[in-house]
């Protein structure tokens, strides 16, 4: 038997056949529609007697080979790509939930996804239960006879807490819940929830898989039987995936590991610089000796990943000082991208949570995180010392 390929080998060897031109990287296939060769083959295609490609909101090859590279990565049977991170978890939520069912998710969520839980899923008569990242022992009880799904995102963002994967495979187990988890923070390159017992993966393509700023898109994979329920609500939803950000994502994962492993080096150098200066009361990184949940970040995270959060001493105005400050990094509210990006959480992506919600997350009002690009890492140091201190 072949010996298994590694990580690395899978992203860049993954690849659609080549067409009659033998290019050596995948062609773009810009087209809305696929051409039957008679009318005999186009009732099998339709009939589901063959498959092959019919229109671009159901597949495409562009799509196929993104979404092959992903499950590879995730060690998952199957998936679906859409046109953004959120497409793909309202599609999953959308396509596996119905009317009474209750969601049990983890708090601090991402802003859209808080939204779809708190302001649209109830309109359907969907309920959800925040659980506490810091309480995990209360977990269980928050488990209603109704309860389907359990939806988790670790490392939280921006508090970076991690939620033992393992752990919560094991609830949803015992309780026979769909298990989802929001893989966006670590990417498949350094924590792989499938293998902790989830059953599904959801990406925002946006972030670290593109890696460089450019466009929008998402993913979800994991059991066959899950992402058909999905995948009939997505195809007839049409959230699609386009096939232009589909082949900028399949060309982006071929370089992901080493783009990961770069941002790893320069957030580790960043959270190293941070403990060591007066003006920070504390920084925040998964694999910093710091955190408290270090020996957990080792077990379930390769490395600790591209974020770093830290608290200024001085608070809200201080903080905000510190952003204008900040003169070669940028001030955005992205994160994944080659550049690294400075954000205020407290008065931008979580400014409409109360001070209450905020505080229960983690969300001190001198907190800022750093989404750590693959700029030279004095240079990126650099800013950050001169923004601390001048
Ligand atoms: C950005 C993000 C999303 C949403 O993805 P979009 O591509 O912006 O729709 C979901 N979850 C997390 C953790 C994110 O960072």
Same mark, same amino acid.
């Given at each position: 038997?072949?010996?298994?390929?590694?990580?690395?080998?899978?992203?860049?060897?993954?690849?659609?056949?080549?067409t009659?031109?033998?290019?050596?990287?995948?062609?773009?296939y810009m087209?809305?529609s696929?051409?039957?060769?008679?009318?005999?083959?186009?009732?099998?295609?339709?009939?589901?007697?063959?498959?092959?490609?019919?229109?671009?909101?159901?597949?495409?090859?562009?799509?196929?080979?993104?979404?092959?590279?992903i499950?590879?990565?995730e060690?998952?049977?199957?998936?679906?790509?859409?046109?953004?991170?959120?497409?793909? #978890?309202? !599609?999953?939520?959308? *396509?596996l939930? &119905?009317?009474g069912?209750? +969601?049990?998710?983890?708090?601090?969520?991402? =802003?859209?996804?808080?939204?779809?839980?708190?302001?649209?899923?109830?309109?359907?008569?969907?309920?959800?239960?925040?659980?506490?990242?810091r309480?995990?022992?209360k977990?269980?009880?928050?488990?209603?006879p109704?309860?389907?799904?359990?939806?988790?995102?670790?490392?939280?963002?921006?508090?970076?807490?991690?939620?033992?994967?393992?752990?919560?495979g094991?609830?949803?187990?015992?309780?026979?819940?769909?298990?989802?988890?929001?893989?966006?923070?670590?990417?498949?390159?350094l924590?792989?929830?499938?293998?902790?017992?989830?059953?599904?993966v959801?990406?925002?393509?946006t972030?670290f898989?593109?890696?460089?700023?450019?466009a #929008?898109g !998402?993913?979800?994979? *994991?059991?066959? &039987?899950?992402?058909?329920? +999905?995948?009939f609500f997505?195809?007839?939803t =049409?959230?699609?995936?386009?096939?232009?950000?589909?082949?900028l994502?399949?060309?982006?994962?071929?370089?992901?590991g080493?783009?990961?492993?770069?941002?790893?080096?320069?957030?580790?150098?960043?959270?190293?610089?941070?403990?060591?200066?007066?003006?920070?009361?504390?920084?925040?990184?998964?694999?910093?000796?710091?955190?408290?949940?270090?020996?957990?970040?080792?077990?379930?995270?390769?490395?600790?990943?591209?974020?770093?959060?830290?608290?200024?001493?001085?608070?809200?105005?201080?903080?905000?000082?510190?952003?204008?400050?900040?003169?070669?990094?940028?001030?955005?509210a992205?994160?994944?991208d080659?550049r690294?990006?400075?954000?205020?959480?407290?008065?931008?992506?979580?400014? &409409?949570?109360?001070?209450a919600?905020?505080?229960?997350?983690g969300?001190?009002?001198?907190?800022?995180?750093?989404?750590?690009g693959?700029?030279?890492?004095?240079?990126?140091?650099?800013?950050?010392?001169?923004?601390?201190t001048?």
């Open positions: 038997m072949p010996k298994k390929k590694h990580f690395e080998t899978h992203a860049i060897r993954t690849q659609t056949p080549t009659a031109e033998r290019e050596h990287s995948t062609p773009l087209t809305s696929f051409t039957f060769e008679s009318a005999e083959h186009a009732r099998a295609m339709f009939a589901n007697e063959i498959e092959g490609n019919v229109y671009s909101r159901y597949s495409n090859p562009n799509t196929d080979e993104f979404i092959a590279k499950c590879t990565m060690g998952a049977e199957d998936g679906v790509a859409t046109a953004s991170g959120m497409a793909a #978890i309202f !599609g999953c939520l959308g *396509g939930l &119905k009317q069912d209750h +969601i049990l998710a983890s708090r601090s969520l991402f =802003g859209s996804s808080h939204q779809i839980l708190s302001q649209l899923l109830p309109r359907w008569g969907i309920t959800f239960t925040y659980a506490d990242t309480e995990p022992d977990w269980e009880s928050l488990i209603q109704n309860t389907k799904l359990l939806f988790l995102e670790t490392p939280s963002n921006p508090g970076l807490d991690l939620i033992d994967l393992k752990w919560a094991e609830l949803a187990k015992a309780h026979n819940l769909i298990y989802v988890v929001d893989n966006c923070f670590a990417t498949p390159y924590q792989t929830p499938i293998e902790f017992g989830a059953d599904l959801q990406h925002s393509a972030k898989i593109d890696g460089q700023g450019r #929008i !998402g993913v979800i994979v *994991g059991s066959k &039987k899950y992402i058909e329920e +999905i995948r997505t195809r007839h =049409g959230p699609a995936l386009s096939p232009f950000n589909a082949w994502f399949s060309k982006s994962l071929e370089t992901l080493v783009r990961m492993d770069r941002h790893c080096d320069n957030a580790e150098k960043l959270a190293v610089f941070l403990a060591g200066n007066s003006n920070v009361h504390f920084v925040k990184y998964p694999h910093h000796k710091n955190h408290p949940q270090l020996e957990l970040a080792r077990r379930q995270m390769k490395r600790g990943g591209g974020v770093v959060c830290f608290e200024i001493k001085g608070g809200f105005d201080k903080a905000k000082s510190f952003i204008d400050r900040i003169d070669l990094l940028s001030r955005s992205n994160l994944g080659t690294t990006i400075v954000t205020h959480p407290a008065s931008t992506t979580h400014s &409409k949570l109360t001070e919600e905020r505080m229960a997350v969300i001190t009002p001198g907190l800022i995180r750093i989404a750590v693959l700029e030279n890492a004095d240079d990126i140091l650099q800013d950050v010392e001169q923004a601390l001048s």
